[in-house]
């Protein structure tokens, strides 16, 4: 199963970009995309490579299910160990 997280565009240098998900960075390329994209734009990165551009309201949107998704997953860690969760913690503040 492969999960598409909406990656923003930070950089744009002819065809290729750099992209940000959650602090972590990574460069990308724009040749197999069809749309025109500008820094602050969203995209679906898959192997590598941009294969949708999203409206900001949608990236927005799933962005906060994942955001949910860690929350919870940081809870159910805390409650299996009965401890603070100090890693599922740092990703949830992270993801806000």
């Keep these: 199963m492969c999960l598409a997280i909406p990656s923003k565009i930070i950089k744009i240098e002819d065809s290729r970009a750099t992209v940000d998900v959650y602090g972590a960075q990574r460069d990308i390329s724009l040749l197999v995309l069809q749309d ?34 860690l929350r919870l997953t940081a809870a159910e860690e805390e409650g299996f160990t009965g401890q603070p969760a100090k890693k ?9």
């Excluded at 602050?40 to 949910?68: M, P, R, S």
């Design 36 to 69: 025109d994209v500008k820094i602050g734009d969203y995209v679906i990165v898959h192997a590598g490579f941009a294969i949708q551009k999203l409206q900001e309201d949608v990236a927005n949107e799933t962005l906060g299910y994942f955001n949910e998704y």
């Design 88 to 96: 599922a913690r740092k990703r949830v503040k992270k993801a806000k």
